[in-house]
């Protein structure tokens, strides 16, 4: 039988390691460590972030990550999802294309606006070719 509290601390484990690696963050800490007077799972991991570590079986999202990553070819594989009758979009990437999605983030933000770019402005609908 698995001890799910074992399991946990596991993933926390994995996921502080993570993010040490990928984000930066070198005193980031589980909560545990600091004796549990905090709510979320790991600490000093991004400034102003509540970071929330969830290990589970089976995550139904990453069916859609998996055919992302199987149709991007050599771009970054991104998905963004939404409840239906929510109105707050959430993206999924891999922690460790954090950087390369930063990168293309800052990139898109230098760049000029739709006006310029030849793309349909704010509001326009997609047309079928």
């Given at each position: 039988?698995?001890?799910?509290?074992?399991?946990?601390?596991?993933?926390?484990?994995?996921?502080?390691?993570?993010?040490?690696?990928?984000?930066?963050?070198?005193?980031?800490?589980?909560?545990?460590?600091?004796?549990?007077?905090?709510?979320?799972?790991l600490l000093h991991a991004l400034p102003n972030a509540h970071v929330e570590v969830k290990r589970y079986k089976r995550i139904a999202a990453l069916k859609f990550?998996?055919?992302?990553?199987?149709?991007?070819?050599?771009?970054?594989?991104?998905?963004?999802?939404?409840?239906?009758?929510?109105?707050?979009?959430?993206?999924?990437?891999?922690?460790?294309?954090?950087?390369?999605?930063?990168?293309?983030?800052?990139?898109?933000?230098?760049?000029?606006?739709?006006?310029?770019?030849?793309?349909?402005?704010?509001?326009?609908?997609?047309?079928?070719?």
């Amino acid at each position: 039988m698995v001890n799910s509290r074992q399991k946990g601390a596991r993933g926390e484990r994995d996921a502080r390691d993570a993010v040490r690696e990928h984000w930066n963050s070198p005193n980031c800490i589980r909560a545990a460590q600091a004796n549990g007077a905090f709510s979320a799972d790991l600490l000093h991991a991004l400034p102003n972030a509540h970071v929330e570590v969830k290990r589970y079986k089976r995550i139904a999202a990453l069916k859609f990550y998996r055919q992302a990553q199987r149709d991007c070819g050599s771009e970054l594989p991104i998905v963004l999802m939404r409840e239906d009758g929510d109105t707050n979009w959430f993206v999924l990437f891999k922690i460790q294309d954090t950087g390369d999605f930063v990168d293309a983030f800052i990139t898109n933000a230098t760049q000029s606006g739709a006006e310029d770019s030849g793309l349909p402005a704010e509001g326009d609908q997609d047309q079928p070719s």
